[in-house]
């Protein structure tokens, strides 16, 4: 195992010591394995909240600020943070207006969330908790009851954030985060395993020429295994398997090409060109596309499409000025 670390029973809380160095603008606490905007709480406005294990960066750490989240909670790598942590980055960002817990169905992630939600409550906190369970590739697979939340996890922060900015009520905003969920999917392909440091050895394995098809972001099993194909055949597969699930023709999308953590940028654009004549051929229209390594699983090579049908609602909302240490713009 080669990487860039001190040990591996470190890994998280130098990471965030630092992000701390990095993003002053932030408070970050690592051994309470928090992060929030530095502005927080902030008075009337609804306060979001998300989490996970770590080794999906810049998910979700780097995206806390004005705009999307108001705090993170990393957990180990590829583990569920615990409820206290939950908890103290839950009050830490609470004001008048409630907090929503933006959660990735998996079933750690779910019962720790609800757990914290429940102490809140305790303290006089209201907290509704919204799921992401974008994933298509399958259904009950390894660590979680039904669709895994992958890659729309970001569309839905990113909305979210911004209708809490302007303003709305509790029950808005996750009304919201709700539609967006409803309205994306996700499908991802690896091309090589990652390797989790304090496991020291690769999460799976993969023959020469082989690739998984709808793998998981902390290396789960997917459909199936094939021979390695090209960026088209990737693409098309991944968007087919969208489409047969949400339909997309006649569609204006948000269109996310995510990188996996060891895919370089130039790979990804030849994705994103692939993605491109795929929905012109359906007659599709992505309205906005981001490219890039968004929701990451360590250094695992790969691409995994993710879509949002929007509507102008909510394009105005993905529009609106973002400003965290992996998403900015407008402000």
């Given at each position: ?284 229209t992505a309205v906005r596309t981001l490219v890039g390594p968004y929701v990451t699983s360590l250094e695992m090579a790969g691409c995994m499409v993710s879509v949002c049908r929007v509507t102008p609602e909510l394009l105005r909302f993905w ?13």
């Amino acid at each position: 195992m080669r990487k860039l670390i001190n040990a591996p029973s470190d890994v998280v809380a130098d990471a965030l010591r630092g992000l701390a160095a990095a993003h002053p603008s932030l408070r970050v606490d690592p051994e309470a394995g928090t992060v929030v905007r530095a502005d927080a709480p902030v008075a009337g406005k609804v306060a979001l909240v998300s989490g996970g294990g770590s080794g999906h960066e810049p998910l979700h750490a780097g995206f806390v600020g004005f705009g999307m989240l108001d705090a993170a909670v990393p957990g180990e790598v590829f583990t569920s943070p615990t409820p206290d942590q939950i908890l103290a980055a839950t009050l830490a960002v609470a004001g008048d207006a409630g907090v929503v817990h933006i959660v990735k169905n998996y079933t750690g992630d779910v019962l720790n969330f609800r757990m914290a939600a429940e102490l809140a409550d305790d303290e006089g906190v209201q907290v509704e908790q919204v799921l992401v369970d974008d994933d298509v590739a399958v259904v009950d697979s390894t660590y979680t009851a039904g669709r895994r939340g992958t890659g729309a996890t970001l569309f839905v922060e990113k909305i979210a954030g911004a209708v809490a900015e302007d303003g709305a009520p509790l029950a808005a905003v996750a009304g919201v985060a709700r539609e967006v969920n409803e309205r994306s999917r996700s499908f991802g392909v690896a091309l090589s395993p990652s390797t989790v440091p304090a496991a020291g050895r690769p999460t799976f394995e993969l023959a020469d020429g082989e690739m998984e098809l709808g793998i998981g972001i902390h290396g789960e099993p997917g459909r199936e295994r094939v021979k390695a194909g090209t960026a088209k055949e990737i693409v098309d597969a991944s968007l087919g398997a969208i489409d047969a699930d949400m339909p997309l023709t006649g569609q204006e999308l948000i269109v996310l090409v995510n990188g996996m953590g060891g895919t370089p940028l130039i790979e990804q654009y030849i994705a994103a060109g692939a993605v491109a004549d795929w929905l012109a051929g359906h007659r599709a229209t992505a309205v906005r596309t981001l490219v890039g390594p968004y929701v990451t699983s360590l250094e695992m090579a790969g691409c995994m499409v993710s879509v949002c049908r929007v509507t102008p609602e909510l394009l105005r909302f993905w529009d609106a000025p973002v400003e965290t240490p992996a998403l900015r713009w407008g402000r």
